[in-house]
């Protein structure tokens, strides 16, 4: 328990004064002349200092645990991660002069691991992903650190009723759209913190935008979604890096959640490489997953003949991926043959529809 409000105090103005210092990220409308009518949007999350959606989460769990008293001048952070919120928070502990342990499945991407290093943090490496979480409370408990625990926290931590989050950053770029209130948000579940900001906001705000969340295979959310069963527990990882549980997490809420599609994990890494044809540079395989889901929902909307916007995330850059998602042979052995999913994505182009 830390009660010195000194420390307190220049902690929080720390972290204030890093946000002070940032832009918001852009909102990128796509050019996709087959579903004219149909707008689709990426709210750009890779442009964070720290590379991917998470440096926002990162931040608001800094600000929750320092504010709670959990965090003070000599604790070690710990996190459970699949690396981009460790990547993120190794900043955050860096500028707080904390240091950082990141526990995370060892097949993580290597850049990742290297990111986090370079802020200094420590990577500390686990067989199965099912296995970050019992390591990370032992970790906590051994060097009498905090687990800050992510998978936990990320929906509570976040101020979902304004305060610039990403839902309420989403709307007010929105305003000047043709459609301005999109008639879906489409988002994949890690922690499920951000489609639960989404989803709550959309309420709060009294939109009838739909939110429908996106779940790579080897997850249980969807699952869940459809059973309501908490006890569920997946036997693989997810080979789509930061999206897809093996367990519940308590952050997913899933009564915020309108529509819930499983994505093929080779249609998420045919659209990530598709994607880099349209917008002239590479995202990873979870930005992927959330863009099948949409290009589905649009071609569905134009079959009813329908209008309006879809919005969804650019989660992290696929720099980070060169040697998984960019890389033929792991494909080939890891996800499979991508090519059926290449032939959807380039009829969709012609005809607006994937099937
Ligand atoms: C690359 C990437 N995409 C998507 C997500 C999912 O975000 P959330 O944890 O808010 O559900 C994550 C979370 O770790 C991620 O790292």
């Known amino acids: 328990m830390c009660t010195d409000h000194n420390w307190i105090n220049n902690a929080v103005r720390k972290i204030e004064a890093d946000y002070q210092r940032s832009a918001d990220t852009h909102l990128i409308k796509l050019d996709l002349p087959s579903i004219e009518g149909i ?23 800094f600000l929750y645990a320092i504010c709670n008293g959990w965090v003070g001048p000599e604790t070690t952070i710990i996190e459970s991660s699949s690396g981009s919120t460790a990547v993120s928070e190794a900043y955050f502990a860096r500028l707080l002069g904390l240091p ?3 526990v995370m499945p060892k097949s993580t991407a290597r850049k990742k691991i290297e990111q986090i290093e370079f802020y ?26 905090h687990y800050m625990d992510q998978f936990t926290y990320a929906e509570r931590a976040t101020d979902w009723r304004g305060n610039n989050n990403i839902a309420n950053s989403i709307f007010d770029q929105m305003q000047l759209e043709d459609h301005p209130i999109p008639t879906w948000v489409v988002m994949s579940p890690g922690t499920g913190g951000t489609s639960a900001t989404i989803g709550r906001f959309i309420r709060h705000q009294q939109h009838n935008t739909k939110l429908c969340v996106v779940d790579p295979e080897n997850s249980v959310f969807h699952e869940f979604y459809r059973t309501g069963n908490k006890a569920l527990t997946g036997e693989n990882g997810s080979k789509i890096e930061g999206i897809g549980r093996p367990r519940v997490e ?40 959330n863009l099948y ?18 919005v969804t995330l650019l989660c992290d850059s696929g720099e980070r991926y060169l040697d998984t998602y960019y890389n033929p042979e792991w494909v080939q052995a890891n996800i499979g043959d991508l090519l059926p999913y290449a032939v959807k994505l380039e009829r969709f182009e012609t005809t607006g529809l994937l099937d």
């Open 39 to 61: 707008d689709i949007y990426l709210k750009d999350e890779s442009t964070h200092p720290t590379g991917s959606l998470k440096h926002r989460l990162a931040r608001s769990l």
């Open 120 to 145: 200094g943090g420590q990577a500390h490496l686990v067989e199965h992903t099912d296995q970050i979480y019992a390591e990370s409370h032992r970790l906590a408990e051994a060097l009498n650190g």
């Open 100 to 102: 950082f342990i990141a």
């Open 293 to 310: 889901g949409v290009l589905q929902l649009a071609g569905e909307m134009k079959q009813r003949g329908e209008k309006g916007s879809i």
């Open 250 to 289: 308590p952050s997913f809420i899933p009564g915020v959640v309108d529509e819930m599609r499983t994505i093929a994990d080779a249609a998420s890494v045919a659209t990530a490489h598709w994607l880099e044809n349209v917008l002239g540079r590479k995202v990873g395989a979870s930005t992927g997953t």
